[in-house]
T-cell receptor, first 112, second 118 residues
């Protein structure tokens, strides 16, 4: 079993929809939680980062962490065609270097 | 430079040949990482360099894989006697401080090298 599980999709939604992306994890030592966005043929870019349970909002994006359930989510409001990309969750343990453990990534397509 | 650069962007090789992949990190970044991205496996950590410390090689899949970082800047990932299962996109990332900072700091990724082993 992988340390981080993420549904690979693909997920297709109409423009303006609310998108929910999720990851579960098994290692309770994970302390830092990130969401990366990756466009086709590009490297991933950091979208959001959090280290505590609860919600963190940045514009149309909200990251949610529930450490008791070992579950993290990314919500995208008013989704746009430009949001079409692969979204990867990533996690790390303090004092294990910057080694990131990634989920498989969810491919999202937002249709105009 | 403006970001992390990697070369070549694409590499096709024959099974059994050796390949070298290059990464130029962002200037001033002390930490450098290599990851591999393949279908069905997602993004996997390979190796991590932090300043002058011994690298964390815990993610290298076999002894055919090795990496160097010269002068604290450019890094080369070498795969010897390539196999078809080595076909993947190899991504390099760099960050300002690695573990030297408080918590974690942002990793900036290059565009990757797409390796195809025939």
């Amino acid at each position: 079993q992988k340390e981080v599980e993420q549904d690979p999709g693909p997920l297709s939604v109409p423009e303006g929809a609310i998108v929910s992306l999720n990851c579960t994890y098994s290692n309770s030592a994970f302390q830092y939680f990130m969401w990366y966005r990756q466009y086709s043929r590009k490297g991933p870019e950091l979208l959001m980062y959090t280290y505590s349970s609860g919600n963190k909002e940045d514009g149309r994006f909200t990251a949610q962490v529930d450490k008791s359930s070992k579950y993290i989510s990314l919500f995208i409001r008013d989704s746009q065609p430009s949001d079409s990309a692969t979204y990867l969750c990533a996690m790390s343990v303090y004092n294990q270097g910057g080694k990131l453990i990634f989920g498989q990534g969810t491919e999202l397509s937002v249709k105009p | 430079g403006a970001g992390v650069s990697q070369s070549p962007s694409n590499k096709v090789t024959e099974k059994g040949k050796d390949v070298e992949l290059r990464c130029d990190p962002i200037s001033g970044h002390t930490a450098l990482y290599w990851y591999r991205q393949s279908l069905g496996q997602g993004l996997e950590f390979l190796i991590y360099f932090q300043g002058n410390s011994a690298p964390d090689k815990s993610g290298l899949p076999s002894d055919r894989f090795s990496a160097e970082r010269t002068g604290g800047s450019v890094s080369t990932l070498t795969i010897q006697r390539t196999q078809q299962e080595d076909s993947a996109v190899y991504l390099c990332a760099s960050s300002l401080q690695g573990t030297s900072g408080s918590g974690t700091d942002t990793q900036y990724f290059g565009p990757g090298t797409r390796l195809t082993v025939l």
